[in-house]
């Protein structure tokens, strides 16, 4: 089965806070992808990455940034945490075409900002 | 702007009922459709992909297509309580990167005992 992990379930973050999230996924995957999802706005898409080192820009990068230093691994990037990123985020994992886009998520982190 | 397009619900269905959940995209250049479960307070998984237009069974599933009114809809036969969760669709389109899925808001389901 694939496996895409999320380091954190739940975080609670002050304002001003770095903070971490952490993703790993075990199927050799080429794509991974970090949403956020929030009641009402459905799933709006962060960052993805095609490739080691490679990013992109999603519909709401705006006060993240990403890292993707090995092919499992894809970090998401608060560097200064605001209220308005309290939010449910989740990380998502896929092959490159041909392979049929779908995606695999993981359990998902929802972070609390105070 | 690409758009997928799902009506929130909720949509109440008894047990045992057809629940008929629908979708429609904007971009005509969509290949693949997806239809993925969230139960509340957990993650997407996939239930259903479509990439041809008619019907695909799976189960008490049926996705159907149709490219040419650009719309996509989930049937759940015999509804069960624990089919009550919020559906999204999803619609693939291409970047440089190859993948790119955009989801609808969802359409959150409740089936009654």
């Known amino acids: 089965d694939v496996k895409v992990t999320q380091s954190s379930r739940y975080l609670v973050k002050r304002t001003g806070e770095k903070v971490f999230l952490e993703c790993v996924q075990d199927?050799?995957?080429?794509?991974m992808f970090w949403y956020r999802q929030d009641p009402g706005l459905g799933l709006r898409l962060i960052y993805f990455s095609y490739d080691v080192k490679m990013k992109e820009k999603g519909d709401i990068p705006e006060g993240y940034s990403v890292s993707r230093e090995k092919k499992e691994r894809f970090s998401l990037i608060l560097e200064s945490a605001s209220t308005n990123q309290t939010s449910m985020y989740l990380c998502?994992?896929?092959?490159?075409?041909?392979?049929?886009?779908?995606?695999?998520f993981g359990e998902g982190s929802r972070l609390t900002v105070l | 702007q690409k758009e997928v397009e799902q009506n929130s619900g909720p949509l109440s269905v008894p047990e045992g009922a057809i629940a008929s959940l629908n979708c429609t995209y904007s971009d005509r250049g969509s290949q693949s459709f997806f239809w993925y479960r969230q139960y509340s307070g957990k993650s997407p998984e996939l239930i259903m992909s479509i990439y041809s237009n008619g019907d695909k069974e799976d189960g008490r599933f049926t996705a159907q297509l149709n490219k040419a009114s650009q719309y996509v809809s989930l049937l759940i036969r015999d509804s069960q309580p624990s089919d009550s969760a919020t559906y999204l669709c999803?619609?693939?389109?291409?970047?440089?990167?190859?993948?790119?899925?955009?989801f609808g808001g969802g359409t959150r389901l409740m089936v009654k005992p």
């Open positions: 998502a994992s896929s092959f490159s075409p041909p392979g049929t886009g779908e995606l695999f």
């Open positions: 199927m050799d995957h080429e794509n």
């Open positions: 999803a619609a693939r389109g291409y970047n440089n990167a190859g993948n790119m899925l955009t």
